[in-house]
């Protein structure tokens, strides 16, 4: 079965650093690009960042840039997140999503991440 | 980037059809032909519908369709059914390899 499954969310405060995960199984993990889309709570999608099959490229919405690292480890078919100086508005849940060329084919069952004190 | 617009809510009764509008810019829908659309049900993960526009991933319901003119988006529903209830949500590429979504609408089937 094709599958994604992201850990690592938890309750950090303002200021502070996480690392999400995402598993992959089920499919060439390698031979595909990677995303990462949150989704604040009663709030919409928010694509936030992309990397290649092979990590040669990566990208972010300008809202995360230069806080969050994007990261993957083939050999492990694992997706990172890196997130530091986290604020109130990162909370959210968040998804790794598997890119099929410009689209999103499958996703990952969330994990969530709040930042309060 | 700013959100795709998308109506907060449409709604329709079993075996009508409702169509769901997403309007861009040049710059994201009317630049590519590349907006998905997706259906997301109460504390579920998102579900990929139609992508490039219009076409269909395997096991989705040809009841479920795509088109664009211009700017705007817009996937249509056929035969409503109880189960197409959720939240809808478009998305767009936008260049330099960033993807926007859209605001998000909610299918209330009556």
């Known amino acids: 079965e094709v599958q994604l499954v992201e850990s690592g969310g938890a309750l950090v405060q303002p200021g502070g650093s996480l690392r999400l995960s995402c598993a992959a199984s089920?499919?060439?993990?390698?031979?595909?690009?990677m995303n990462w889309v949150r989704q604040a709570p009663g709030k919409g999608l928010e694509w936030l960042s992309y990397?290649?099959?092979?990590?040669?490229?990566?990208q972010y919405a300008d809202s995360v840039k230069g806080r969050f690292t994007i990261s993957r480890d083939n050999a492990k078919n694992s997706l990172y997140l890196q997130m530091n100086s986290l604020r109130a508005e990162d909370t959210a849940v968040y998804y790794c999503?598997?890119?099929?060329?410009?689209?999103?084919?499958?996703w990952g069952q969330g994990t969530m991440v709040t930042v309060s004190s | 980037q700013s959100a795709l617009t998308q109506p907060a809510s449409v709604s329709g009764s079993p075996g009508q059809s409702i169509t769901i509008s997403c309007t861009g810019t040049?710059?994201?829908?009317?630049?590519?032909?590349?907006v998905s659309w997706y259906q997301q049900h109460p504390g579920k993960a998102p579900k990929l519908m139609i992508y490039?526009?219009?076409k269909w991933p395997s096991g989705v319901s040809n009841r479920f369709s795509g088109s664009k003119s211009g700017n705007t988006a817009s996937l249509t529903i056929s035969g409503l059914q109880a189960e197409d209830e959720a939240d809808y949500y478009c998305?767009?590429?936008?260049?330099?390899?960033?993807?926007?979504f859209g605001g998000g609408t909610k299918l209330t089937v009556l």
């Open positions: 998305c767009s590429y936008a260049g330099s390899i960033t993807w926007v």
């Open positions: 089920g499919f060439a993990f390698s031979s595909y690009s």
């Open positions: 490039d526009v219009s």
């Open positions: 999503a598997r890119d099929i060329i410009y689209s999103f084919d499958i």
């Open positions: 040049s710059s994201d829908v009317g630049g590519y032909n590349y």
């Open positions: 990397i290649t099959s092979v990590s040669s490229s990566t």
